[in-house]
C-alpha cells in the first residue's frame, strides 16, 4: 500500500545524522530549551528571512503566543478562514478572544478578501490567513484591507515551509508568522514542535517571556506565562532536517506540478496557483462529486488517500454556540464536503508518482 505520506523513507535516509544529532542532546542533557533549541531558532530565522524566530513546542502554542505577543484578549474578534486545521481557531480562543469565520475563494481555497472586508466590526483586531495545502493566500489583498481599518495580519504558516508569495518566503510577510513541525509537515520535528518569526524584537521579547513561564531570568515571573518551550532534542532534529527542505521542497514541486499537469480526468478539480505565488504542495488535495467512492476506489489500487478537513471550523461543535449555520460559508462547505487528498511525499518514487496519474485518469466516479 502506498501511504499518503511515508516518513520512514526519510528516517532511513538520514538515520545516521538524526540518531547523531539526538546522542548529541544526550551527552549535554540539554532537553528542554537550551543550546540546540536556540541554534535552530537562528538558523530557521535565516531560512524564513527575518531576524527573529522563536521556537515553541507546537504549532498551536505558536498561534496562541502571537495573538498574546499582539495584545488579543477579552472583547477582541479575530477574522480566520473557515476551511483550515481547528487550531487555527483554537490560537484566538485561548485569549479569550473570539474567532469569526470567513469563507474562502472558489478557486484557491484560499481566505476570500471579499469575505473577510464583510466581517470587520469595531471589535476586529486582527485577520489570521492560512497558506492552506502549502499555497499562499491573497496577502496583498488581505494586507490592504487591514491597513485600511487598522488590523494585524499573522500568517498561518504550518503548511506552507519555503513558500513563496511575490518572491518573499513567507513567515516575514505579517507581524507574525506561525509554523508547525507536527511529524508529516514539510518540515518536520521527531514529536512537536512550531515556531513564531518576526521581524519585531517587541515580538520575539514577548514571546521568548511567555513561553517560558513568564519569565526573562530565572525565578522571575514578569508576566502570566506559559510552559511552551521547544524539546532540545526536537531543535537537534530540526537542524537536520532544515538542511534537506530545500531539497524536499523542490522534489514536492516536481510531484505537485507534474500531478497538475498529467491529472487530466474532468471529474476533479484542483486547487488554482495564482502566477505571484510559489507554492510547496504540503498536501495535494483535488474535489470530487463522492470524495469516500474515490478514495475507497485508490484503497483498491493500492494507494492511501484521505481527507483535508471534512467539517469546516465554523460547523464544528466546539463554536456552535457562535451561532454559525450550514451556508455561512458556502464555498468552504463545499471544499470540506468534496475533498479527497492524494499521496505526495519527497521520497516518492517515479512509479508510484505514475501509478497514482493513472489511477485518477482511469476513475469514472460512482
Not at 527573529?52 to 495584545?71: D, E, F
Not at 471589535?123 to 494585524?152: C, M, N, S, W
Not at 516575514?172 to 518540515?187: R, T
Not at 471550523?313 to 460559508?329: P, S
Request: aromatic share 12%; charged share 25%; hydrophobic share 35%.
Amino acid at each position: 500500500m502506498l501511504k499518503r505520506i511515508d516518513l520512514s523513507r526519510d528516517y532511513r535516509k538520514h538515520q545516521a545524522e538524526y540518531m547523531e544529532a539526538v546522542r548529541a542532546v544526550c551527552e549535554e542533557t540539554a532537553f528542554s530549551g537550551g543550546k540546540f533549541a536556540d541554534r535552530f531558532d537562528e538558523e530557521f530565522a535565516g531560512y524564513c528571512g527575518v531576524p527573529y524566530a522563536a521556537g515553541v513546542n507546537n504549532g498551536t502554542s505558536a498561534l496562541h503566543c502571537a495573538m498574546m505577543a499582539l495584545g488579543i484578549g477579552e472583547g477582541d474578534e479575530v477574522i480566520v478562514p473557515a476551511n483550515t486545521y481547528i487550531a487555527t481557531a483554537w490560537g484566538v480562543t485561548y485569549t479569550g478572544a473570539v474567532p469569526v469565520f470567513a469563507d474562502c475563494t472558489a478557486d484557491t481555497w484560499e481566505i476570500d478578501p471579499a469575505s473577510v472586508r464583510k466581517k470587520i466590526t469595531e471589535k476586529t483586531k486582527a485577520v489570521i490567513g492560512v497558506h492552506l495545502y502549502g499555497q499562499p493566500f491573497a496577502y496583498r489583498e488581505i494586507k490592504q484591507i487591514a491597513d485600511e481599518h487598522g488590523l494585524f495580519v499573522v500568517e498561518d504558516c504550518a503548511q506552507a515551509h519555503g513558500a513563496l508569495y511575490e518572491g518573499e518566503m513567507v513567515g516575514g510577510l505579517g507581524e507574525l508568522g506561525c509554523f508547525s513541525f507536527y511529524p508529516g509537515k514539510n518540515l518536520y520535528a521527531f514529536g512537536e514542535g512550531g515556531s513564531v518569526t518576526c521581524r519585531k524584537k517587541e515580538y520575539f521579547d514577548a514571546i521568548t517571556t511567555i513561553k517560558n513561564q513568564g519569565c526573562q531570568v530565572r525565578y522571575y515571573h514578569d508576566v502570566i506565562g506559559y510552559n511552551y518551550r521547544l524539546e532540545g532534542l526536537q531543535g537537534a532534529v530540526l537542524s537536520v532536517s532544515l538542511k534537506y527542505l530545500p531539497e524536499w521542497t523542490k522534489r514536492r514541486r516536481e510531484i505537485g506540478e507534474r500531478y497538475i499537469r498529467e491529472i487530466t480526468n474532468p471529474l476533479f478539480t484542483m486547487q488554482a496557483h495564482p502566477a505571484n505565488t510559489s507554492p510547496v504542495y504540503h498536501l495535494f488535495v483535488v474535489t470530487v462529486e463522492n470524495p469516500d467512492h474515490l478514495i475507497a476506489y485508490m484503497e483498491e489500487k493500492g494507494m492511501e488517500c484521505n481527507k483535508h478537513y471534512p467539517v469546516p471550523c465554523h460547523l464544528q461543535k466546539a463554536y456552535r454556540e457562535l451561532g454559525y449555520q450550514r451556508g455561512d460559508c458556502p464555498n468552504a462547505e463545499y471544499l470540506a464536503d468534496h475533498c479527497v487528498t492524494l499521496p505526495l511525499f519527497p521520497e516518492m518514487e517515479e512509479a508510484e508518482i505514475q501509478m497514482v496519474i493513472d489511477a485518477c485518469n482511469a476513475y469514472r466516479g460512482a
